[in-house]
């Protein structure tokens, strides 16, 4: 619209608007303003000539607001300087209550409330918002009917088309309509919007319109309601949905055949499902018969002697039938199975399988389930999933329907399922339960029974159930199964399946029979179980399995010796159906029996005559040998097994063989001390002194003196005490041929062996002579930490040792401890002073002076504090001093005075007197002689 506006005053404006028609021209402005404001137009029009022709150009032309804006640019005044009136194009929407639609009552252009909305849709329209226009013209026709029915007319064709069409969507009772009627604030009901396109002419509305349908069906036009949306179905619109069901609806009203009504409906699915649902919901009174119309088709039969094709055309249209209903009733569950049935013939096996879905879900639904009908809709479904190639989905439903009824099931499954089918799946049954299985022999390796697991060889289980079901006398599968109960500890399941197994086959089945009573050992029936293996024995003495199963009965009664008897004979029979067997024993209690068999193997090659029953040394090294080979089978994974196996072939005299096998476990683990010590017992045994000590030496270096120590506690004493004599040896031939340092530490290393063969869990049996030796070559080295700590040990085996108690005292005087040297002298000197002045007078000169002076200090100062307390019992100390020190050099005047001072002291005055005329011989001017005699 265009306003034309001009001032009053500075508080009064007035204005007029002009709706833009084809008939508006620059001169109806003109005419209309010169009207309305005739008091203050006194200008001549003339100089708008030009401007008005721009206009009237625009105004009659499809175009935009912006070139009406331009255009009026040149037409905004009149009047000179002083404009009279202004023009401009308004184009913000603007509420009906803010548009001044009224003028003064004197001077201004009334406009009716109709009018106003009419030209607000108007502007609305041409601004492209449709749907706020039609909100404005249906506004209006509350106002007044037959004004907006005659404004329409003005309106264009193609916009007049959409017009009709909106308002005939809004008439309808759908969800979407009434949203849509919510959101743009539609009063009027869906009967009035009906009469809204009743009102107007035919020619404004087109013959689709649904008000127009609403009224036949009113008056019961149900022929003419069929021929009209035939017509118009000639050539279809986008969305014919509701032409269908108003032509399905009119045949049914018409009493037409169930045919015709289903055709279209089934037309009206195939659009639009949604929308057919709406549809009959706002037809609920016309549903019930709806619905049994479909229903009357969807249990027609199929027609007799008639092509493929039309079979084919026959089933589709049963199952678009069955949808419709399924539809509006999603619980009937006849129609549901029998279309499904009929999918599966149309090849639609996806979709049967959907339908068959939802009829399991209303199945369980239901309380209780019928059994019957769940079982044959779970075989149905698992040929379903057979023909798309889902093998998995269609054992797992058959496994559902086993469970409900085996006998029942195995009947429906044969009836349906071809022999090649039910071949095909028992194949791949088989094969994923083995998969599944194979989980459980890690799990029985590892010794981790994880959940994960126990829930794979469930489901195994419920395989190997269902190919028993469907090939009740496949033997294979019999084991298998029996297998996954027992490793879900479920023995007394695994009895039962092979009770039926021998009660199913009459030959002589010792295997089946033994795995019987292993499982009954299993469940705590040892009786029973052992009824079975004593027939088992009868049947076959050697049976391997019944030996097996008669050694865990002994592993259970804790007759050790017993079960060493069996698993020696099975050995010796075949050492790898043993190791199978024996696999077959619970995983918690193989570490125990693989303990049992290794401690039997220690004893057979320490030469005890109770095991096994075997007396002879090479029979008995050959058993260690199956025995190990069992272990290695067994996975014990321990260094005792190869270590057994190299002591047997060292008993058979086979020691390359030996020598080899502990260079694989050298070689395997470089750090582990086991291996390395007994490699080296090999050596001395083969002569190799050096390379013997070496190895010992390396292991020690490696692993430290406390570990190399426990690995000999298992070595024999024999063999420990040629160790040590080979030790001894090699580290005196090394102090031989060199006092070179590093020839000296190898020594030192030579006598750690030495030291440590033994063993050191008692003092007893340390090895003092290879300590006296190693304290030595650290004195030598300057270690005298070290050595004074060899002496010490070597003290607390032999405490009356001189020449360590002497070293220990010479340690002490090169580290420069005063009162600890003289301690370990006056203690040897007290045990043994002629042993001591010995081991003193061979010490180095500068050692043995240092020693005399410290030790004289001492006895002076015993002497000097005579008669204190606690000086008494040193007087010993004092007297065994002096004797030493004129023992090594008797021409000191001042080691004879001490002497004689000490001999006074005791009382001996005799002794005193002659100690006394020898410091006058040897210092005749010494004054203090004279004052002590």
């Known amino acids: 619209f265009i306003e034309v506006w001009q001032h009053i005053s500075s508080a009064v404006s007035q204005t007029v608007r002009f709706r833009i028609t084809r008939e508006l021209r620059v001169a109806n402005l003109l005419d209309l303003a010169q009207n309305v404001f005739s008091s203050h137009l006194t200008c001549d029009l003339a100089p708008v000539s030009l401007s008005s022709r721009k206009l009237n150009k625009v105004l009659n032309t499809k175009t935009k607001h912006v070139l009406m804006g331009e255009a009026l640019k040149d037409f905004s ?379 794979q060889v469930r489901a195994a289980i419920q395989l190997y159930e269902l190919a028993l079901a469907l090939q009740p006398n496949n033997r294979k599968v019999f084991h298998k199964c029996a297998e996954c109960h027992t490793f879900l500890g479920q023995h007394q399941e695994a009895a039962d399946i092979y009770a039926t197994m021998l009660q199913n086959d009459t030959r002589t089945d010792t295997s089946t029979l033994c795995s019987r009573a292993l499982s009954n050992l299993k469940a705590g029936h040892l009786d029973i179980a052992m009824s079975d293996l004593n027939i088992a024995f009868d049947r076959n003495p050697s049976c391997i399995d019944a030996l097996c199963a008669r050694a865990y009965f002994f592993k259970l009664k804790g007759q050790e010796d017993e079960l060493m008897k069996d698993v020696l004979k099975a050995t010796l029979v075949s050492v790898k159906d043993t190791a199978v067997s024996l696999r077959r024993i619970p995983v918690v209690e193989q570490a125990d029996l693989n303990d049992v068999i290794m401690k039997g193997c220690q004893q057979l090659l320490q030469g005890d005559n109770d095991v096994g029953g075997l007396s002879a040394k090479r029979d008995q090294a050959e058993a260690v040998l199956q025995l190990t080979d069992l272990l290695q089978l067994l996975g014990a994974g321990t260094e005792e097994v190869p270590l057994l196996r190299a002591h047997a072939h060292m008993r058979l005299g086979h020691e390359q063989e030996s020598q080899r096998i502990l260079l694989d476990m050298v070689r395997s683990a470089p750090h582990s001390p086991v291996a390395g010590v007994h490699l080296a017992l090999l050596r001395l045994r083969m002569g190799k002194l050096e390379d013997a000590v070496q190895g010992c030496i390396g292991v020690v270096e490696t692993c430290g003196e406390a570990t190399f120590s426990e690995t000999l506690g298992d070595v024999p004493r024999e063999d420990r005490l040629v160790l040590l004599e080979s030790a001894q040896q090699y580290g005196f031939h090394l102090l031989q041929q060199s006092h070179d340092p590093s020839v000296i530490n190898t020594a030192i290393s030579a006598f750690t062996v030495a030291t440590l063969a033994l063993g050191t869990s008692s003092p007893e049996m340390l090895n003092v002579r290879a300590l006296m030796a190693r304290a030595e070559c650290h004195a030598h080295l300057g270690s005298y930490q070290s050595a004074a700590q060899d002496y010490s040990r070597v003290l607390t085996v032999q405490t009356d040792c001189i020449p360590a108690l002497c070293g220990r005292g010479c340690m002490h005087i090169a580290m420069n401890k005063q009162q600890e040297a003289i301690e370990d002298f006056l203690s040897a000197l007290h045990k043994d002073s002629a042993a001591a002045r010995t081991q003193i007078l061979l010490l180095q000169q500068k050692l043995r002076l240092v020693l005399l002076y410290w030790l004289q200090l001492y006895a002076v100062d015993v002497l000097s504090g005579w008669g204190a307390q606690g000086q008494h019992g040193r007087l010993e100390d004092a007297l065994l001093i002096g004797q030493l020190l004129i023992s090594v050099d008797a021409d000191v005047a001042a080691w004879q005075l001490l002497y004689a001072d000490a001999l006074i002291i005791q009382g001996d005055f005799d002794q005193a007197f002659l100690h006394l005329n020898r410091v006058l011989q040897l210092t005749p001017s010494d004054r203090s002689v004279l004052a002590r005699g």
């Open 77 to 455: 005044s009149i009047g000179g300087q002083q404009p009279v009136f202004h023009m401009q194009v308004d184009r913000k929407e603007k509420p009906p209550q803010q548009t001044p639609l009224v003028l003064s009552k004197a001077h201004c252009l009334k406009m009716a409330q109709k009018e106003a909305l009419c030209v607000e849709g108007d502007i609305q329209r041409i601004n492209g918002n449709l749907p706020q226009a039609v909100s404005c013209y249906c506004s209006a026709y509350e106002e007044d009917p037959l004004y907006v029915v005659d404004h329409l007319k003005s309106l264009p064709q193609e916009s007049l088309e959409k017009v009709v069409e909106l308002v005939d969507f809004w008439g309808r009772s759908s969800t979407e309509a009434a949203q849509q009627r919510e959101e743009y604030g539609i009063s009027l009901t869906t009967e009035q919007l009906t009469s809204f396109i009743l009102a107007c002419p035919a020619s404004l509305i087109g013959s689709s319109s649904c008000a127009r349908i609403s009224q036949l069906f009113k008056e019961k036009k149900y022929q003419e309601v069929i021929e009209k949306c035939s017509a118009i179905l000639e050539h279809p619109p986008s969305k014919p949905v509701h032409l269908y069901l108003d032509r399905g609806l009119a045949a049914l009203l018409a009493r037409k055949r169930d045919r015709f009504v289903a055709a279209d409906f089934i037309k009206a699915l195939q659009e639009d499902e949604h929308e057919l649902k709406e549809y009959m919901l706002d037809q609920k009174q016309h549903l019930p018969r709806v619905l049994k119309a479909l229903r009357r088709c969807a249990s027609l039969e199929q027609p007799k002697r008639v092509s493929a094709e039309d079979t084919h055309r026959w089933q589709s249209f049963i199952v678009d039938c069955g949808r419709c209903v399924l539809l509006f009733d999603p619980l009937d569950s006849k129609t549901m199975a029998r279309c499904a049935t009929l999918l599966a013939d149309l090849g639609d096996f996806r979709g049967a399988t959907e339908m068959w879905t939802s009829m399991l879900k209303l199945l369980r639904a239901m309380e209780p389930p019928p059994k019957g009908v769940m079982m044959d809709t779970f075989v149905a479904r698992a040929l379903c999933h057979f023909y798309l190639g889902k093998l998995d989905y269609a054992a797992t439903d058959l496994i559902a329907a086993v469970n409900i009824d085996t006998e029942a099931a195995k009947a429906a499954i044969e009836k349906i399922f071809a022999k090649e089918q039910l071949k095909e799946i028992i194949n791949h049954v088989v094969d994923l339960a083995r998969k599944m299985s194979s989980a459980m022999r890690r799990e029985r390796q590892s010794d981790d029974s994880a959940d994960r697991t126990k829930d």
